[in-house]
């Protein structure tokens, strides 16, 4: 039963960088700033509705002041540091599955070419059909330990359907140098392994594995500069967060790591 008063009571949603503070929950509704391709984003995900994916929020309008509604999804969202229950193996592989998924339907509508979609995040190469280039734990919703929900389309554009599994494999293995990833991850997770279970959830094919070690090294380049643009342009949620993690070095390492590496993911991918 609803407590007294309860009913219209706004909850902030945390977790988010880039609209940090301004993502409430209402009942059944999540109001959040509207991103600036609101409209044709509203059709493609009722559009995903209609094609069969479910796993992604319904819009339900923009109000006069600039903001987006959309229905909540129920479930478990993970924040950092991250639990180990969003890290477990059968975790990653859903998130694949999901990816997957989302990737199929979205496959089948038409990109309107006349939207300038955003370029931070997207990837260079375009593609034919909208991506979502930002499947980070804050951004996908679990019930039962499988990832059941998709959030967050602000900065979907089109490219190809791997760089959106690289994207997903930076937060989800994570493709972190040991020491950023123990930050804010669970101890112990087996890079090359996680990297090949994602692949194997999301049914990657053997061309794409082999692609796949470079463009995470891009998508990764692609996050530092959208990092570094947000840093110029004085944002202080993103200047914060860059000196407590350690600054561009830590960008370095990590870079260097993936460098380094290459050979072994693509052996374990392919193997
Ligand atoms: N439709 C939704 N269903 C469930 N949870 C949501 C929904 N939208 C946002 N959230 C929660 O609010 C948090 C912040 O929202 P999000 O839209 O991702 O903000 P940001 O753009 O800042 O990343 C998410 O990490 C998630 O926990
Ligand atoms: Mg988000």
Redesign the pocket.
């Known amino acids: 039963m609803a407590v007294e008063g309860e009913a219209t009571k706004d909850e902030a949603?945390?977790?988010?960088?880039?609209?940090?503070g301004?993502?409430v929950?209402r009942r059944t509704l999540?109001e959040?700033p509207a991103p600036r391709t609101a409209h044709a984003l509203h059709s493609y995900l009722l559009a995903l509705d209609e094609h069969g994916f479910d796993a992604a929020?319904t819009p339900v309008g923009l109000t006069a002041d600039g903001r987006e509604r959309?229905?909540?999804?129920?479930?478990d969202?993970a924040?950092s540091p991250f639990p180990r229950w969003a890290m477990t193996q059968n975790a990653l592989r859903s998130v694949g599955s999901l990816l997957r998924q989302l990737h199929e339907v979205s496959a089948t509508i038409p990109v309107d070419p006349d939207v300038e979609w955003p370029r931070d995040l997207a990837d260079p190469k375009g593609g034919t059909m909208l991506c979502h280039n930002d499947v980070c734990p804050?951004?996908v919703?679990f019930r039962d330990g499988r990832a059941a929900?998709l959030?967050?389309f602000?900065l979907s554009a089109p490219g190809r359907p791997l760089w959106d599994v690289a994207m997903a494999a930076r937060y989800w293995v994570p493709m972190l140098e040991p020491e950023s990833a123990v930050a804010l991850y669970p101890a112990g997770l087996d890079a090359p392994a996680r990297l090949r279970i994602l692949a194997d959830g999301y049914g990657l094919s053997r061309q794409d594995r082999a692609e796949l070690p470079d463009v995470i090294e891009q998508a990764t380049a692609s996050c530092r500069a959208f990092v570094a643009d947000r840093v110029a342009g004085g944002d202080p949620v993103y200047t914060q967060a860059l000196a407590e993690r350690g600054g561009w070095q830590r960008w370095d390492r990590m870079q260097e790591w993936l460098v380094t590496h290459r050979l072994r993911f693509t052996t374990v991918l392919l193997e």
Do not use: K, Q, S, W
């Open positions: 949603l945390v977790g988010g960088m880039m609209n940090a301004a993502v929950r999540v959040r929020p959309l229905t909540f999804i129920p479930g969202v924040l804050e951004n919703v929900g959030i967050d602000d």
